[in-house]
C-alpha cells in the first residue's frame, strides 16, 4: 500500500511514552462533581482557570470588541478579510503593551517585533527552524516541559541537550551545569545553536534571579550562542521576589542583541489556550522577518487578534487584570501548599505558574525512576488524580511530580485535597507496625513529617506549623 | 552568529514581483472617491463581492452565535482548551458545509477531517505527511505560487513541476506527469504524490471526470499520493460540471488511502483572516499523524464556535453559494469582454477568482524578461497590479494573472482605460 513519511509514522509525537497514561485514565474517566464524583481529577494541565468571570464581565460590557454583536459587526467585512502575516497594528500593540506591563514597565517592547504563531507551541518550533538546522542541537535545563522534546524536535531535525540541575541547590542553573552540558555536545558532535529557559519555571514555579540571568546572558555571548527565553508565565508571579525579564537584563549587561528572543503567548497569563496566541518577539531583525513569513502556518484569527487589541488596549482592565489574577493565584497557592504540608508532603517553595513541584520522594520504595513510575500509578489509579511524574520532565531525581492547581473550582480543589489526605492518613498507618501503642504511633509520624516539611528548602513561606489531624481525628 | 542555513533562502524571496505589486498596493490603494490615480489591486486572490451577505447574517445573528447551545456567555467553553483538530461541532458543519458545495450527493464524514489555521499549514501538513525530506511531488503549472512556501521551505520536499500548455488550454496531460516521473527516477529523486488544484489556479480549469479518473490510474501505477487542493469548490461559475476527488474514490476503494482532498473557507467563504483550513483523508495512518500536527497550527476556539453557528443555518448557506456564483459569473464575464475588447484572449475559466489572460504578443521579447517588463510597466505607468506568469511558474512567456474578485463593476472600465495606456505605442 502507499508509503507515507517518516515523521508521520515515527514516534516523534512522543504520546506513546508512559506520562500519557495518565491523560488517558483521565480521559475514559474524567471528574464531574455530579456526574462522576469518583472520576480522575485533572491535576497535569497546566491552564489558569480563576480568572474567567473577570474577564467575562470586561466582555459583556464590551459588546464593540467582539464582532458578534450590534457595536462590533461594522468591523467585520475588514477583519475577515485581514490575512496579512504582520498582524494587525493595533493587535500588535496591545500585545506589546501587555508584555512591557507584565514587566511592572520596566522595559518597553516594540510592536513590530512581534511576530504572530500557532500558540508558544507554534512559536518554540518556528524558532527552532529559525535557528537551528537539522542535526543542531539546543541546551535546555532541567526539569523543563516535556513538550520540548516534540515541538523543537518533531518536524524540525533539532536535537535537545539537557543542563542537568539537581534538588540540592533548589535546581539552580548554575555556570558549571551550563559549561558541563556545552561540552557533552561537543563530545557528541552536536553543533549547540542555543540555549532554552524557562522563566518562571515549568515545572518548578520558580523564577530565575538577576544573578543567574546575568550569568546565563554572560555564557551565551561567550560561546556566541541564542538565547531563547520562554517567558509565558510571566504574569502568574502571584508574589515576591519580582519577576526579572531577559529584556530587562539585556539593558543591563553588555549583550549581542541578535541572540535575544522571547517566546510568549496568552494561554497562561491570560488563560485564553483557546484562542491559540503565540508570540515571537525577537532583537534579530533577520530573525522577526524570516518568522513573520513563517507565521503563514500559525497566524492568529483576526477576529481573536480584533477581541484581543480591544481587550489589552484597556490599561484599566489590563491593570485590575494582572493584580486580580495574581491574588487568586496566590490565594490558590497558599491554601493548596498549606493544605499538603497538613498530611506532611512539602514542595519546592515557589512563587509563580500554574502548579507545584511536589516533593514525595520520601513515599518512594527506592530512589529509582520504577519507584516513581509504581508510585505514580498508584497516585492515578488509587488516589484518582493525574499529576505528572517527575521523570516526564527529564528530572534527574526520582520522587518529583508537578501539580496543577489553577485549573478547577473550590470545590473540585477540595476533593482533590480529601483524596490526598486519604491517601496519606492510609500510608501513614501503613508505615506504622500493628503491635505499636497509639501515642508511640503519633511519635513517629510525627517526627517523619518534620524532616518531611520543615527543612528550609521545601517548606513553603506560607506553612505555619499545623497541628496533626492525626490528633484532630482521635481527640 | 548565523541563524539556519535552511531559512536563508526564505528571507531572500522578498522581492518578486508578487510582493513588490502588493507593496505597491499598500502604500497607493485604488480609491474611487477618495484616490482615483491609485493602483488597481488585481494580484490579490480574495473575494470581496459576496461579503456583505456574511456580514447581514452575522448582524441578524450576532448574539447567538458566540453562544453555542448555552444561554449564557462561558468563557470556559471556549478559552480553554480544545482538541488541537477543531472542536467535533465545527467538524460536523463543515463537513455539512463540503457536501453541499460539492453537490452530487457526496457525503463528507466529520471523524475523516482534520482542521488547520488556514489551507497554508493544511498543505504543509499533509507535505510532512506524504514525504520525507528530499523526496518530491508533481504539481502541474502554472500553479498557485504559495506551494513553494507551503510544500518546501520547512519540510526539505522537492517540487517538480509539470509544464502544461496553451495548445492543451493549460489541462493536466498524464503523459507529461509520467514523463516528469520517470526523469525524476532518473535524477534518484523519489516522487510521493502529486498536488493538483481543481478548480485550478491560476488558470481556473475545472478537471473533467475522465481526468480524474486518469490520474487516479495513474497514481495507482506509480503508487503515490494525490492531493486535491479545492478550495475554490464553492466559487465555480460559468456552466461546466465541478467534480470532487471525493467523488472518484468509493468508500471501499483501496485506492482511497492515496487520496487526500485540502479545502478552507479563505476564499470560497471570503474569510482569510478567520485561518480556516481542512484535510479530508480516508486513510486512517495520515489522519493520526495529521490531527497531532495540528497542534502548531490550530483554529481559534471563538472563530469555530461562530461559524459552527453560520454554517449549521443550511439556508442561508445554500443562498449564499448560489449568489456568490451568480456575482463571481458576472465579473468574470465583464472582465472578460473588457479584455477582448483590447484583444487580449483568455483561457475560459470554470472557477476561482482569476482570468489567466494571454498578453504574449504585447511583450517586447518572448521571454521572462519580457513578461516582467510589461508587468513593470502596467504597475508603474497603468497602475494596475497584476501577476505575470512566472510567479506562477509557467513556462510560456506572456501569460498573466489577473484577479477579479476585489472589483466592483464600476472598476471594470477604469482598468481597461489603464491597461490601454499602456499598451498604446508612445507617440
Redesign the interface.
Known amino acids: 500500500?502507499?508509503a507515507?513519511?517518516?515523521?508521520?509514522?515515527g514516534n516523534g509525537?512522543g504520546?506513546n511514552s508512559p506520562y500519557f497514561d495518565g491523560w488517558k485514565a483521565y480521559e475514559t474517566n474524567p471528574f464531574h462533581p455530579t456526574d462522576r464524583p469518583d472520576g480522575v481529577i485533572q491535576m497535569g494541565?497546566a491552564?489558569n482557570?480563576l480568572c474567567?468571570?473577570f474577564?467575562?464581565k470586561w466582555?459583556?460590557e464590551h459588546p464593540e470588541a467582539?464582532?458578534?454583536?450590534?457595536q462590533?459587526?461594522n468591523k467585520?467585512?475588514e477583519?475577515?478579510?485581514?490575512?496579512d502575516y504582520h498582524g494587525m497594528p493595533e493587535f500588535r500593540q496591545a500585545v506589546a503593551k501587555f508584555m512591557g506591563k507584565v514587566r511592572g514597565d520596566r522595559v518597553k517592547f516594540e510592536p513590530d517585533r512581534v511576530v504572530m504563531s500557532?500558540?508558544a507551541?507554534?512559536a518554540h518550533?518556528m524558532v527552532a527552524?529559525?535557528?537551528?538546522?537539522?542535526g543542531?542541537a539546543f541546551l535546555v535545563p532541567t526539569p523543563y516541559y516535556p513538550g520540548f522534546d516534540r515541538?523543537l524536535r518533531w518536524?524540525?531535525?533539532v536535537e535537545l541537550v539537557p543542563v542537568v540541575c539537581e534538588s540540592s541547590n533548589d535546581f539552580k542553573i548554575t555556570r558549571n551545569a551550563l559549561e558541563t552540558a556545552y561540552e557533552k555536545a561537543k563530545e557528541a558532535n552536536l553543533r549547540v545553536?542555543g540555549l532554552l529557559i524557562t522563566n518562571p519555571s515549568n515545572p518548578l514555579g520558580t523564577i530565575l534571579d538577576r544573578e543567574t540571568l546575568t550569568g546565563i546572558v554572560k555564557f551565551i555571548n561567550e560561546k556566541?550562542?541564542?538565547l531563547i527565553g520562554d517567558e509565558i508565565y510571566a504574569a502568574t508571579v502571584f508574589t515576591e521576589p519580582e519577576f526579572v525579564s531577559i529584556s530587562e537584563i539585556i539593558e543591563e549587561v553588555e549583550c549581542?542583541r541578535?541572540?535575544i528572543h522571547i517566546v510568549y503567548s496568552l494561554s497562561k497569563d491570560m488563560?485564553?489556550?483557546?484562542?491559540?496566541?503565540g508570540i515571537v518577539y525577537s532583537y534579530?531583525d533577520?530573525?522577526v522577518?524570516?518568522a513573520r513569513?513563517?507565521s503563514?502556518?500559525?497566524?492568529?484569527?483576526?477576529?481573536?487578534q480584533h477581541?484581543i487589541a480591544s481587550m489589552l488596549s484597556d490599561n484599566d482592565f489590563v491593570d485590575s487584570f494582572i493584580v486580580e489574577s495574581k491574588k487568586q493565584l496566590l490565594k490558590r497557592h497558599k491554601y493548596f501548599t498549606w493544605s499538603l504540608s497538613q498530611v506532611g508532603i512539602g514542595s519546592l517553595k515557589s512563587n509563580a505558574g500554574l502548579f507545584i513541584w511536589m516533593d514525595l520522594r520520601k513515599l518512594l520504595k527506592e530512589k529509582t525512576l520504577e519507584a516513581e513510575k509504581d508510585l505514580w500509578r498508584v497516585i492515578i489509579n488509587e488516589v484518582k488524580l493525574n499529576v505528572s511524574p517527575g521523570s516526564s520532565f527529564h528530572c534527574n531525581e526520582p520522587g518529583w511530580f508537578r501539580v496543577c492547581f489553577a485549573n478547577m473550582d473550590d470545590h473540585t480543589m477540595e476533593v482533590a485535597l480529601l483524596r490526598i489526605r486519604t491517601f496519606m492518613l492510609k500510608h501513614n498507618e501503613a508505615m506504622v507496625p500493628q503491635k505499636l501503642c497509639r501515642r508511640s504511633s503519633l511519635k513517629l509520624s510525627l517526627s517523619r513529617r518534620r524532616d518531611g516539611f520543615m527543612s528550609p528548602s521545601i517548606m513553603s513561606p506560607h506553612t505555619p506549623l499545623p497541628p496533626s489531624p492525626l490528633v484532630r481525628a482521635r481527640t | 552568529v548565523p541563524i539556519s542555513t535552511r531559512v536563508s533562502g526564505i528571507v531572500k524571496g522578498a522581492d518578486s514581483p508578487y510582493y513588490v505589486g502588493l507593496r505597491r498596493v499598500e502604500e497607493d490603494p485604488y480609491d474611487e472617491l477618495d484616490n482615483p490615480n491609485g493602483v488597481i489591486q488585481l494580484g490579490l486572490e480574495e473575494n470581496k463581492l459576496s461579503l456583505d451577505l456574511v456580514k447581514d447574517w452575522l448582524a441578524e445573528h450576532a448574539s447567538e452565535a458566540m453562544l453555542g447551545n448555552g444561554k449564557e456567555l462561558s468563557i470556559c467553553g471556549i478559552a480553554t482548551y480544545q482538541p488541537f483538530d477543531g472542536l467535533m461541532e465545527f467538524k460536523v458543519a463543515v463537513a455539512r458545509l463540503m457536501s453541499q458545495v460539492m453537490e452530487k450527493g457526496v457525503i463528507f464524514n466529520p471523524s475523516q477531517i482534520v482542521l488547520t489555521a488556514g489551507a497554508t499549514p493544511a498543505i504543509e501538513i499533509l507535505s510532512f505527511c506524504l514525504a520525507d525530506t528530499g523526496n518530491a511531488f508533481l504539481v502541474p503549472t502554472p500553479c498557485y505560487p504559495g506551494f513553494e512556501r507551503d510544500v518546501k521551505w520547512r519540510t526539505g520536499v522537492e517540487i517538480i513541476h509539470v509544464p502544461c500548455r496553451s495548445a492543451d488550454n493549460f489541462n493536466l496531460n498524464i503523459a507529461a506527469l509520467d514523463t516528469s516521473f520517470n526523469q525524476a527516477k532518473k535524477r534518484g529523486l523519489k516522487v510521493r504524490g502529486i498536488i493538483i488544484s481543481n478548480p485550478s489556479n491560476p488558470v481556473g480549469n475545472l478537471l473533467s471526470r475522465e481526468t480524474l479518473y486518469s490520474l487516479l490510474d495513474f497514481a495507482r501505477e506509480k503508487n503515490i499520493h494525490i492531493v486535491s487542493n479545492e478550495i475554490f469548490a464553492c466559487s465555480t461559475h460559468g456552466n461546466e460540471e465541478f467534480v470532487s476527488m471525493a467523488e472518484i474514490i468509493e468508500p471501499e476503494d483501496i485506492d482511497r488511502k492515496r487520496v487526500h482532498i485540502v479545502y478552507g473557507l479563505s476564499e470560497d467563504l471570503s474569510l482569510p483572516g478567520f485561518r480556516v483550513g481542512v484535510i479530508y483523508s480516508l486513510n486512517e495512518d495520515v489522519l493520526a499523524a495529521a490531527k497531532k500536527l495540528t497542534r502548531f497550527s490550530s483554529i481559534s476556539a471563538p472563530t469555530q464556535r461562530l461559524l459552527t453557528s453560520m454554517l449549521s443555518d443550511t439556508r442561508f448557506v445554500q443562498t449564499f453559494i448560489a449568489t456568490n456564483r451568480e456575482r463571481l459569473q458576472r465579473m468574470y464575464v465583464q472582465l472578460v469582454a473588457g479584455l477582448e475588447k483590447m484583444g487580449i484572449k483568455s483561457i475560459k475559466s470554470g472557477g476561482g477568482f482569476n482570468c489567466w489572460a494571454d498578453m504574449s504578443g504585447l511583450i517586447s521579447s518572448y521571454s521572462e524578461k519580457g513578461e516582467v517588463e510589461l508587468w513593470e510597466r502596467l504597475l508603474n505607468v497603468g497602475k494596475v497590479n497584476v501577476t505575470p506568469g512566472s510567479c506562477c511558474h509557467c513556462i510560456e512567456p506572456g501569460w498573466f494573472r489577473i484577479c477579479f474578485a476585489t472589483l466592483t463593476e464600476k472598476d471594470i472600465p477604469v482598468l481597461v482605460e489603464r491597461i490601454q495606456k499602456v499598451l498604446k505605442p508612445v507617440n
Open positions: 500500500m502507499v507515507i513519511s517518516k515523521i508521520a509514522t509525537h504520546e494541565l491552564e482557570q474567567f468571570n474577564v467575562k466582555v459583556i467582539s464582532l458578534c454583536s450590534a462590533g459587526v467585520f467585512k477583519t475577515a478579510l485581514f490575512q500557532g500558540g507551541t507554534g518550533e527552524f529559525c535557528l537551528a538546522d537539522p543542531e515541538d518536524r524540525t531535525g545553536k556566541n550562542i541564542h549581542n541578535d541572540l488563560g485564553f489556550p483557546g484562542f491559540r496566541v534579530n533577520a530573525v522577518s524570516c513569513k513563517m503563514s502556518f500559525g497566524l492568529v484569527s483576526s477576529q481573536t477581541l
